[in-house]
């Protein structure tokens, strides 16, 4: 890989580095999320950096111009950040349903509760009026 390419796939691997590791102290991206960035993010600054494990990968690969190895490794971190996130949406769809559901149940519950001692503030107030006297009523 010629010096000028290397210098801009590993400038661009030390800022996706230390992106995230802002993120991470800003507390807006959780830790385990950063866990994974921060590994593709090492793997994409060790193969920027050093040729002999780059060439390594374009032969695994079969790719005869090395960089293209690299992009296919990036390319690769990719879908698997994706998947990681489609899992992690899946289960967090599943989770708001399901309190969604509970929700409901409990107001349905709380609105049944609200009406029975509605029911029961009335009756009671009932028992402890007079009755009106028919006469007094005309």
Sequence with gaps: MDAHLRIVALTGSVCLFL????LVRQRRLLERYALLWLACALGLVALSAWDRLLQVLAD???ASYPPSALFAAAFFF???LLLHFSVAVSRLADQSKML???LALTEQRMASLEARARRSDLLADGE???TPNPQEVL
């Design 60 to 62: 695994a690969l079969g």
């Design 19 to 22: 992106v995230v590791f802002e």
């Design 100 to 102: 969604a559901q509970r």
């Design 128 to 130: 402890h009026q007079p």
């Design 78 to 80: 990719i879908i698997m």
